[in-house]
């Protein structure tokens, strides 16, 4: 196909371009096909080996023509275009660039701007913003060519002419000053939107930027959830401003422009029609100022909405097992409820401005008019419709200006939000004094330091530090639960608020969290954190953290692709893995938060001798931790309580000096001693537990058995899998799922009979102007009839549009609040394996962006798009019937239409998919990067995370760049063919003899026709427009139907009211495996449990312990077996009833942003007087009590502001307020101390004394007074007995026993 021919603007080579091809699509059915994974890490070499944009290096006539680009386009329409098939942006609009230029126009302090985003984007673009301000006057100055012409026209028909060859001069004129609009408004859109574009770059590079540097408290006062708003709708409602910034000084000119054009055919009664002008303008101001408001009362429950969306998708397995899917599906609906009142308003007020300001023109008319014959100015049919024109012209200004207004609006909002979020306080660089080499011995020194997390509020957290850490210590750090432990770590990382003191660092540091940060990616890449591979060290380092059988454990080794937040392995695993990252970092200075917590005994001793007092020997380590067993072999020991270090020194010396150290010890061999009675008598060579660790990737991706491990089909590492996209055209079934959800067919006739009764008056009213004002009609004019009659359509055509636009509004509220339910619906009941495979960011791309789209863009654009299309065909019919040869343009003109439309959609659409896919990584990358914000500083690697999305988004924004230049290309193309077919028209109407056509009808035909090119762009850009939109209810749809989880409750069957009474389990051949073409997990476990019998299940990390509890919960059913819990088998009944009925306290301690009454009663079941007695039993009423709040203190985003020890207890509050009479714990005291933990287990003994509990513990002290142990090794039960019996023999538990008590003395 000739398709390069397309840069000469003349209709001849236009028709050439279409040689050899016909190029008609049919409406094909939707066929989904993964694309290039673009949630996983972005290489650099990607975007080096993608081709540059054609625009980079194209000529000044290539540019003015978008002919650069044409290869893209028809590589599009031959194929369906993938990612790599777009090309790169040039250099000068890469996100590097622009983020640095934004940041060298940054206001300085001295300058104390109150607004310096605004300020700054002006210093960054005003070039480009003057630029595109000249081609709007361009285009200004050459608009109104056409209706001053209307009357010399009218004048040359009716025989008035001064030369023969005038009208073929006029028609000339015509023809230049439309090529000159259509070129300039094509060129003004795509330099505004580039604008755009630029704008949007700049900012997410800007915002992410900012992440890295926000103080704690300012993380916690915007949260995750506003954060991903401020990129995901605030940097692009700052870019859809350019289109609209321009109209806030041309409206006016425009208005300015016409009324003088006016005065010169209607005089004085300009004045009234200035009149009317301004009222409506007035009108349409008080508009824009109530969706102002209703603007920022949207987007602030949005805001609410996707922060409770965010907290649901993170924390969606603690849901599911506490059966809370209803309680946060009435959160999330109440947030939206709040919304949907606000949107409804909106779209009511838009729907009232739109009314108005479509009914302009014949108001305006007929002011204008009836003014003229009172002033007696006579009206002709060259006055009438040179008129008719100006007004329409003047429509298009008013018409505009309310949507500018609204865009400028959000923008403003928009600008305030982001104001205040790049000016939020920043980490405090100095309250830490960094040294690279101080050449002493002391590398760690604090003096008389205090710290907060809150800049605003001056309570210490920590206070009265004075302590030194020397080359090469082992520093242990203990105390209770909340007693400002890894406070203490996060202030020598600078992450808290200085309030006095000094801090001095000598050297790097490394840093590991309490609770696991992990990366989606390969356990590989997660270990090497960016450096380079290096194979002897990283083999040392797998070796040291005790993974060397995890990996060989995983399918594809340490190639294994990781979930989002670690979703698939073990707590173990995920602590190990970090351990490493951080040993494979090499640094001077290690802090470690309590990295034993969630390792068995043998595991956590290996990983102390091998890797904290092996390979870290000759590092300085600061640990936290409640195993006192290692607190011998450390060479200084501070004791905290209430944020001081109330002890330090060496072992021996803090228990001679009693104390708070004494107490912990005291109460770790106590629970020690019950271990050390059952092990003194007996020395039994037990046999060793498989030392093959299983792991959830095992579990998932294939044991260790080869013969297992060949029945899994060929796989693949990836664990999440590539957004699956629809290629093809957006299929005629997701317009009538849309047009029809909300009333049926019955809406859609009725919405589309009211357009077409509304384009019918408004050309009754045209056809009644031509004909009163015919010099047949001169003698007889009436003009009482004439302005009555005119008043009387235009009433009509005001009802009309009004029910039209009500209709609308109503079908598209109504369709969007279905379509969210639906989603939300289908999300909260959606497996966890869903959950594990689909990164969080593609599910909030679609409650955000998608869910906007659905909510106003689309039935916004779809009333647009279908009023386009009817005054399109009224242009058509009037033209036609008084140029009758124009007919004959109308079959090719059609064609051609049809032709381009599907040429460029074929391109524009898988670019509009393409846009929507790259955006969730954008999302993903920035919302993982918040959550190990710590991590990342620590070990200085924010130029990474800051290169890593600056690929990310320039991966996203060549989408948008080439999908503006493709709308651009096809605009100008379809605007040209319009203006030859108008010049055509006219020329035919003044070839004609004057006996054939009627001045009269040349008139009306030219008032109509001079729109001809912008209406015909204008309908195909919308109807393009709303296809790459509808993309979003393709993509809404495509999370409506994932399978689901078995019900919630079943009608039918239902356990009694007081089920379980007893609390028998019995398992028969138990069989899990994660998904079908997985190995098994559990491997046919029988057993039996009697009511109120207490079990610990203990095995090595990941050997299938939590699996067991998962299954239990049917949170992974089974693959074969039964389990049946007093006489029923939990498969038969609803999931709810099974949930709702059992207590448990899982491994990762969740707070939900809230109160502390939220946390601990969500569904608001309990008495305060119930919950304070809850508090008290699990420790916190004291902790609680003292808060200004009590019940109603803030438990902020992931519950950062409580201890990870005081998160584990408010979860064992939970339970104790449920009362079940099944209860598992899932490491429930893994983050506290041995005290704690043992006041825990005694009120745990005393509080469920007649209830079953299956315990999952690596404390081994915890088991030892449990009724029965069960052992579980590699997905089988190996051993279930009594301690005391599992003890007189050769057993496993045996073995793990006898290291757990030999811990301290091999060490």
């Known amino acids: 196909m000739a398709s390069d021919c397309s840069n000469v603007p003349s209709l001849f080579l236009l028709l050439l371009e279409l040689k050899g091809s016909l190029g008609l699509q049919c409406w094909g059915t939707l066929k989904f096909e993964p694309i290039m994974d673009s949630d996983t890490k972005p290489e650099e070499p990607l975007l080096n080996k993608l081709h540059l944009t054609g625009y980079a290096s194209a000529s000044v006539m290539s540019k003015a023509f978008w002919i650069w680009l044409n290869p893209l386009l028809k590589k599009g329409y031959k194929s369906t275009i993938e990612i790599d098939d777009v090309p790169a942006l040039s250099p000068e609009h890469r996100a590097e660039v622009l983020a640095e230029l934004f940041t060298r126009n940054w206001p300085k302090p001295e300058e104390n701007s109150n607004h310096p985003v605004v300020k700054t984007l002006v210093r960054c673009f005003w070039k480009r913003i003057a630029f595109t301000s000249f081609l709007a006057i361009l285009r200004l100055g050459v608009m ?35 090529f000159v609009e259509v070129l300039s408004s094509h060129q003004f859109n795509f330099n505004t939107q580039k604008l755009g574009m630029l704008i949007r770059s700049t900012l997410l590079t800007s915002l992410y930027k900012k992440g890295f540097r926000l103080s704690s408290s300012a993380r916690q006062a915007h949260g995750v959830g506003q954060i991903f708003n401020y990129m995901a709708v605030d940097a692009q409602q700052l870019s859809d401003m350019m289109l609209h910034l321009n109209n806030l000084w041309l409206m006016p000119l425009q208005i300015i422009v016409a009324l003088v054009i006016l005065y010169q055919y209607l005089g004085a009664s300009t004045f ?32 609410s909405r996707m922060k409770a969306t965010n907290e649901i998708l993170n924390y969606m397995k603690v849901i599911k097992f506490q059966a809370w899917e209803e309680y946060f599906d009435k959160k999330i609906q109440s947030f939206r409820e709040k919304e949907y009142e606000w949107l409804s308003k909106f779209m009511y007020c838009v729907t009232c401005n739109i009314i108005v300001l479509w009914s302009s023109l014949p108001f305006l008319a007929t002011i204008a008019f009836g003014c003229a014959i009172l002033s007696g100015v006579p009206l002709t049919v060259g006055t009438v419709f040179t008129a008719t024109s100006l007004l329409k012209m003047l429509q298009e200004p008013i018409r505009s200006f309310p949507q500018s207004m609204i865009a400028i609006s959000q923008a ?72 400002g432990k890894s406070s203490l770590l996060a202030a020598i990382l600078g992450e808290m608020n200085k309030l006095s003191g000094k801090i001095r660092v000598c050297g790097s540091t490394a840093y590991v969290a309490q609770t696991s940060w992990i990366q989606s990616g390969t356990v590989q890449e997660n270990i090497l954190f960016g450096l380079p591979m290096d194979g002897k060290r990283y083999k040392e380092t797998v070796r040291v953290c005790c993974l060397e059988k995890d990996l060989e454990m995983m399918e594809f080794g340490d ?36 990295v034993f917590s969630a390792v068995d005994a043998h595991t956590g001793s290996d990983i102390f001798k091998e890797c904290v007092r092996g390979t870290l020997r000759d590092k300085t380590i600061l640990l936290v931790t409640h195993q006192v067993d290692f607190l011998n072999n450390v060479d200084q020991i501070l004791v905290m309580r209430d944020g001081m270090v109330v002890q330090s020194g060496k072992y021996n010396d803090l228990l001679k000096m009693g104390m708070d150290f004494k107490a912990l010890v005291t109460a770790h061999e106590a629970s020690m001693e019950l271990v050390e009675v059952e092990t003194a008598s007996e020395n039994i060579a037990s046999p060793k537990l498989s030392t093959q660790r299983s792991s959830k990737f095992g579990e998932e991706n294939g044991e260790a058995n080869p013969q297992e491990r060949s029945e ?29 959800e909300s009333f049926g067919w019955i809406g859609v006739i009725a919405a589309l009979f009211f357009n077409l009764s509304w384009q019918g ?8 102007l031509a004909y009163e004002t015919s010099e047949k009609r001169s003698a007889s004019f009436d003009p009482i009839l004439f302005i009555e009659v005119y008043a009387a359509i235009a009433a009509l055509s005001f009802v009309l549009v009004a029910v039209r636009g009500t209709l609308f509004a109503v079908i598209g509220l109504k369709t969007a609040q279905n379509f969210f339910k639906q989603i939300l619906h289908s999300i909260l009941h959606a497996p966890m394996s869903f959950f594990d495979t689909t990164p969080s960011g593609r599910i909030l791309t679609r409650a955000s962006t998608d869910q ?150 040349v008139g009306l035909s030219l008032s109509y026709g001079l729109s001809l090119n912008s209406v015909l762009y204008w309908a195909v850009y919308l109807s393009c427009f709303l296809e790459n939109k509808m993309v979003s209810v393709e993509r809404i749809k495509q999370f409506t139907v994932i399978p689901s989880e078995a019900e919630w409750n079943k009608n039918d069957i239902f356990p009694p009211p007081s089920w379980p009474i007893r609390g028998n389990i019995e398992l028969i051949n138990l069989q899990v495996r994660y998904r079908p073409d997985t190995p098994l997990v559990l491997k046919g476990i029988t057993l039996s449990i009697k009511g109120g019998e ?87 009423k004291d902790v609680v009590a003292e808060k200004p709040g009590k019940l109603d203190s803030v438990v902020v985003d992931n519950g950062e502001n409580w201890s990870v020890g005081q998160r584990q207890l408010l979860c064992l509050g939970r339970v104790m307020l449920k009362r079940s009479r099944l209860l598992f714990m899932d490491e429930a005291t893994a983050s506290v101390d041995s005290y704690t933990d043992g006041v825990i287990q005694k009120i745990i003994r005393e509080d469920f004394k007649s209830c079953t509990i299956i315990s999952i513990a690596h404390r081994i002290p915890t088991v030892m007074d449990c009724d029965r142990v069960l052992v579980i090794d590699a997905g089988r039960a190996k051993e279930f007995d009594r301690p005391s019996h599992l003890l007189e023999r050769p057993s496993l538990f045996g073995a793990l026993v006898q290291e757990y008590a030999n811990r301290s003395s091999e060490l």
Not at 279 to 294: D, E, H, I, W
Not at 761 to 768: E, I, P, V
Not at 979 to 992: K, P
């Open 559 to 594: 190639q294994t692709e990781i979930g989002e937040r670690g979703i698939n392995l073990s707590g173990g695993q995920k602590q190990r893995i970090q351990l490493a990252r951080a040993v494979y970092q090499d640094c001077d200075i290690y802090l470690l938060d309590d």
């Open 272 to 303: 009234a029609v200035l009149g009317g002008t301004a009222l409506l303008t007035m009108f349409v101001l008080y508009g824009t100022g109530k969706n102002n408001k209703f603007q920022f009362n949207i987007m602030m429950n949005r805001d």
């Open 712 to 740: 899994v089909n060929g796989g693949s590492s990836r664990l999440v899998k590539d957004e699956e996209r629809a290629t093809g055209k957006i299929s005629l079934h997701v317009y009538k799922l849309y047009c029809t």
């Open 761 to 768: 008056a408004l050309m009754s009213n045209d056809y009644w």
């Open 852 to 1001: 906007t789209n659905v909510d106003t863009i689309i039935p916004f654009f779809l009333s647009l798009a279908i009023s386009g299309y009817t005054s399109l065909l009224t242009i058509i019919i009037i033209t036609c019937q008084y140029a009758w040869p124009t007919a004959i343009l109308l079959i090719p003109l059609g064609w051609l239409n049809i032709w381009y439309r599907g040429y460029y959609l074929s391109t524009s659409r898988e670019l509009t998919r393409l846009d929507s896919i790259t955006k969730a990584p954008v999302i993903h990358h920035f919302s993982e990067s918040i959550a190990g914000v710590t991590t990342i500083r620590c070990f200085i690697k924010q130029e990474r995370f800051i290169e890593d999305n600056i690929i990310r988004v320039d991966s996203n924004l060549r989408m948008d760049f080439h999908n503006n230049g493709s709308n651009e290309w096809l605009g100008f193309r379809l605007e040209l063919i319009g203006c030859f077919v108008l010049c055509a028209s006219v020329l035919f109407m003044i070839m004609l003899p004057s006996n054939i056509i009627d001045p009269g009808n």
């Open 412 to 483: 403003i909002i928009s600008f305030e939000r982001l104001d205040k979020f790049l000016t939020s306080k920043e980490m405090d660089d100095k309250s830490v004094e960094r040294v690279q080499d101080c050449g002493g011995d002391i590398v760690v020194a604090v003096k008389n330091g205090s710290f907060n997390w809150d800049d605003n509020t001056g309570k210490e957290i920590v206070k009265n530090l004075d302590f030194e850490i020397r080359k090469g210590e082992l520093a242990a750090i203990v105390g209770t639960v909340g007693s």
């Open 1094 to 1180: 207490k079990i610990g299940v203990v095995g090595r990390t990941g050997g299938g312990k939590s699996t067991l509890i998962q299954v239990l919960f049917r949170l992974v059913e089974p693959s074969g077996g039964r389990i049946i819990i007093d006489d029923i088998d939990i498969s038969a009944l609803g999931l709810h009833d099974i949930r709702s009925r059992f207590g448990i306290i899982p491994q990762e301690p969740v707070l939900f942003e809230g109160t502390v009454r939220r946390n601990i009663d969500p569904t608001g079941l309990y008495s305060d007087d119930e919950i304070w007695k809850s508090l008290e039993r699990c420790q916190l």
């Open 144 to 178: 109104y060519v056409g209706p001053t012409l209307i009357q010399q026209f009218v004048d040359f028909t009716s025989g008035d002419r001064s030369s023969p060859y005038e009208g073929y001069y006029l028609v000339l004129i015509l023809l230049i000053a439309k």
